[in-house]
């Protein structure tokens, strides 16, 4: 279990396709399972980039820049 870096809100995990910092308790952008692990987006738009490329974002080949 990570640490988190604020002690309010939820657990926190990166949005693998922004690098943002996501609240898992309430992911504005939903969940997505991907080979046994759950990942969290910032907005709908990186959820959906994520499912058609996960691998690209998953190796850093792909970023999205905000
Ligand atoms: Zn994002």
Same mark, same amino acid.
């Given at each position: 279990? /990570?640490? *988190?870096l604020? #002690?309010?809100?939820?657990k /926190?995990?990166?949005? *693998?396709?922004?690098?943002m910092q996501?609240?898992?308790g309430?992911p *504005?952008?939903? #969940?997505?399972?991907? &080979?046994?692990?759950?990942?969290?987006?910032?907005?709908?738009?990186?959820?959906?980039?994520? &499912?058609?490329? *996960?691998?690209?974002?998953? #190796?850093?080949?792909?970023?999205?820049?905000?």
């Amino acid at each position: 279990m /990570r640490i *988190p870096l604020f #002690s309010k809100g939820g657990k /926190r995990e990166i949005d *693998p396709v922004c690098d943002m910092q996501v609240d898992t308790g309430k992911p *504005p952008g939903g #969940s997505f399972e991907y &080979q046994g692990t759950t990942y969290y987006f910032c907005g709908p738009g990186c959820n959906r980039a994520f &499912q058609r490329e *996960p691998e690209a974002y998953l #190796s850093g080949e792909k970023k999205i820049q905000m």
